[in-house]
């Protein structure tokens, strides 16, 4: 069984260190169907309002980067909580597409152990155009315990960055 686990993303977003985002992996069978895995994104309202409509793109994932074969995944409908908070949600489809065995059991093994927040930030980039930190810090939380910190480099997730900067437009 695997149990829940959270990470932390603080201040991922060039221009807003306000905005982050969370995302808690559901407790599950180690094999199967992977759960979606729920994104918890919150911020002042004014950087949220910009964020929206950028992440709103994720659903069209599929057709915006239909040369991704070995990525089996898709993003659920973003749901804004209130003007501060959203909920967004990564779907696993490795098990879901007809594909030879060993190449469906990949795309399997790297969605369950592969941080998440990779493929989010990725596509905060390359599907939002958004502007990530050069350094990007999370925690890992267990049941309120921090396992690890860790600072990652942008170019560790995506080698282009992103134009579109988030700022406050309720500062001005």
């Known amino acids: 069984m695997l149990q829940e686990l959270v990470i932390k ?3 991922p977003f060039a221009g807003s260190p306000d905005v982050g985002f969370s ?6 069978a180690a094999q199967g169907p992977l759960k979606d895995v729920p994104f918890i994104i919150e911020g002042p309202s004014g950087p949220m309002k910009m964020l929206q409509s950028r992440l709103e793109l994720f659903r069209q994932k599929p ?4 040369d991704a074969p070995d990525e089996a995944y898709t993003w659920t409908d973003l749901i804004p909580l209130s003007d501060e908070i959203f909920i967004l949600a990564f779907h696993d489809e490795s098990l879901h597409q007809s594909r030879e065995d060993r190449e469906t059991e990949q795309r399997y093994l790297a969605n369950l152990v592969r941080p998440l927040v990779f493929p989010f930030l990725k596509d905060c980039v390359r599907i939002g155009g958004l502007a990530l ?3 990007i810090e999370l925690a890992v939380v267990h049941e309120s315990r921090v396992l690890a910190e860790l600072e ?3 170019n560790q997730v995506v080698q282009r960055n992103g134009s ?9």
Request: hydrophobic share 45%; net charge positive; proline share 11%.
């Open 63 to 66: 057709a915006l980067i239909p």
């Open 9 to 11: 993303v603080p201040a």
């Open 133 to 135: 930190r050069d350094n």
């Open 152 to 154: 990652i480099l942008r």
């Open 23 to 28: 995302t808690r992996y559901p407790a599950q």
């Open 164 to 172: 579109i900067v988030l700022f406050d437009t309720g500062h001005g």
